[in-house]
């Protein structure tokens, strides 16, 4: 499903600031990746690196986990795109142009996938049943979504992790459009790994 919020004012590209986001697990690293080889730079300290989980890597910036704390590096991200978890949208300072590639993926995947994730590296669970951490997780999308409603600076493209995979170029080119028209979208497109589609239900 594509969604697009509402149209903001005509903006140079290069004084907008691209955000990807969603849950974690939900391919926003997938979606980074594809906007790379469309030819926006991406935003990313490399800290984070590849791995069995991500193996075509995380394109995280560390600087984003204090954005409720130290928002001065984001001017330096117009004209760029960089990962920001939905719930971390808030903090954004309503002095910048944003358009967020907002993606989806079924709840049961992206619990099992952060599942997989956290058995991966060791690390211990929060003990929270699935059901109960799905309606937490869903409660915070709606708030978000309309949150974001009302954001006269913010323009959104809601975007389902399975659509790309199951058919890369037309989306390629509904996020190209969606990002102004002028992006490479069968760059875009090859980067998309089916293979890489796991915890699918």
């Not at 309309?146 to 995979?165: H, M, R, T």
Request: charged letters at 25%; hydrophobic letters at 40%; a positive charge.
């Amino acid at each position: 499903m594509l969604f697009f919020n509402k149209l903001l004012k005509k903006t140079s590209t290069n004084d907008v600031i691209t955000v990807v986001s969603g849950l974690p697990r939900s391919g926003t690293s997938m979606m980074m990746r594809m906007l790379e080889a469309g030819g926006l730079e991406a935003v990313t300290d490399n800290i984070r690196t590849a791995n069995e989980d991500n193996p075509r890597g995380y394109y995280e910036f560390e600087r984003v986990k204090q954005l409720g704390k130290d928002t001065s590096w984001l001017a330096a991200c117009r004209g760029k795109v960089v990962k920001i978890i939905s719930m971390l949208l808030y903090h954004l300072p309503a002095d910048h142009h944003y358009k967020v590639v907002f993606m989806q993926r079924t709840m049961k995947e992206i619990l099992a996938s952060q599942r997989v994730m956290l058995q991966r590296s060791g690390e211990k669970e929060d003990g929270i049943n699935d059901a109960k951490l799905a309606e937490q997780f869903e409660k915070h999308l709606h708030q978000v979504a309309e949150w974001i409603a009302k954001q006269v600076n913010i323009d959104v493209l809601y975007i389902k992790y399975s659509d790309i995979l199951h058919d890369p170029r037309t989306h390629a080119n509904a996020v190209n459009q969606f990002l102004g028209g002028w992006m490479d979208e069968g760059n875009m497109a090859k980067t998309v790994e089916s293979s890489l589609y796991r915890q699918r239900q």
